[in-house]
């Protein structure tokens, strides 16, 4: 049912919408990879309820669970939250789900990007990622809305964070990894997100999070709560190697403005210092696959409090049990005095590799303005 | 999403629709279990796409495939059908999805029954079936409607046929076979069906198509076209065993009144004769199997033009390719002078132990009366 346009948003009038646009509602993709989740995704499907039924609070949640859990995931996540069928290869909606578009006329669109599970055969974190890459294409075809897809182009919907007025932001580690595009520029990347998401503008930062094995997500560095306004990840901390990333992030966003003009205002959001390690206990569980590099005691991981998602009225934000939470959801208040911030332990989400911002994919209102 | 409710149908005010009312869109599950489709179901899904794209001239149409068929299927099938993920056992939608139902105030719901592969591990024609028990609720559950479930209850839909007014038609040979529920009187079966499609009569009709081996589903038989009156499949070859079979159906709907006190326009049906019977090429091709007996050439087939479907303005009537054909389209275009009669020759789906009424379910389309 579902149309593949072959013209491109930016000349049908379509563009990405703010994440802190009204939301119609929010999808996330129910966890079972038993070498990525420890214990059968067990502890990480405890974390992914809150997840769900939080944002739920807020605005509709569909689940898409495979076959083999429709029936675990549809009694666990209760009345209020929709699951339907859907099989993928791990939960990370944010990079594999679509990327939804709107007009000033009331019509919905998506853009599906090409996936290779963050870097293909070579650089990827696994294979196969066949499920992984239908995804978007599937959602759209339960929606009904037509498509925009560059077969040669591929992205993750986490490597973006857009303002919905003309500007992107995106990380040089992550766009012009080897493993990505590299039979394209860097201007012609640049083009490509200029025409599939109708943006005039794209700042291209260095580094997102030390160690962020997606090649250092936008997402997980900084994240877009108004137009000409980010929160960025930050730490004063000069012996940390996460600190000239950073530093390099802002001072760059300071010096630049946004497509209409505008400075940045940027708020500092602090990390976890120390960073956050794996626990022996955490490192225990996940089957051994060829491509998987099982997770040591006392492993670095990439946890950053950018990686949360705004929603309709609310921020869910994920959190560590560590002194500096407080900080963050004292910054987030600040910055978004009229959201309410939900706070959720998400160590069982970092240990896969991301957190509340990768497993959610937000659908955009539909808007008609005359 | 979709709450179980603890009433039933008759206490809430729900009615099943008859076929012949309008219909929101219609149902069908992609085919590929190797061990009943030849050549891995490659020549029922060609039949298949003609079935679900002549319905998609008169109503939307949704298929439900599995992953691994998802992209076959959405590629056969076409711009005009919606394709969604869903896993099954078989294609067998008008026994596995649910029955829907409507009240007068525009609310739709459904019925869940339960599911057993038309008699359980002893009886039935497969195993496992736990992938078809939960179409009906998956369907729900993307439809964002409640549903009446009654769990010791086996019922397929096509072993009901209902006239949406009061009058539902059985047969005993199914309804009572010991593979369903032994655990209940002809009575309780009767009063379930009472409440749960909100009907006051069962007329219960002895026998449905010789070796149908559904142990002879009512839909194989007859069909209401409109309230009092139904078409029968008829021989007048007082030889074949069919011929007592529908005598005695014939017999019993004369002698009787439906539920509003109405005489019923009885209409025969002319099927092939000599029966259809497997040919060396259509016997050949299906995996082997446990369960199932494979086919040989010369075994009779439960060959019926009554198995068509109702659509919004047409009906979809099975052809066997032999000169009773020509009879059957007449009989239903005088019958159904409005409708327009699209013939399919559906040996293939005959094959698999159906045909096209078997393969779909309409979802009526809400009604608010005042």
Known sequence: MTKRLVSTPKKDGFRMPGEFEKHEKTWMIWPEKADNWRYCAKPVQKVFIQVAKEISKFEPVVVCASSLQYQNALKSLGNNIQVIEMSSDDMWIRDTGPAFLVDDKGNLRAVDWEFNAWGGLEYGLYSSWDKDNQIAKKICELENIDLYKIDDFVLEGGSIHVDGEGTCIVTQACLLHKGRNPHLSKNEIDQNLKNFLNVEK???????????????????????????????????????????????????????????????????????????????????????????????KGDRQAASYANFLIVNGGVILPIFNVKEDKIAVETLQKVLPNHKIVTINSREILLGGGNIHCITQQQPLKVTKK
């Open 202 to 296: 794209i700042i291209w930062l260095e580094n997102g999070i030390y160690l962020d094995e997606t090649d250092e997500h936008v997402d997980n560095i900084l994240h877009f709560i108004a137009p000409a306004t980010v929160v960025l990840a930050w730490t004063d901390d000069k012996n940390d190697p996460q600190y000239e990333m950073s530093k390099k992030a802002f001072d760059l966003l300071s010096s630049q403005k946004d497509s209409k003009g505008r400075e940045f205002k940027i708020h500092k959001l602090y990390l976890p210092n120390p960073p956050i390690t794996v626990t022996e206990e955490e490192a225990m569980g996940c089957d051994l696959v060829k491509e998987e590099i099982p997770k040591k």
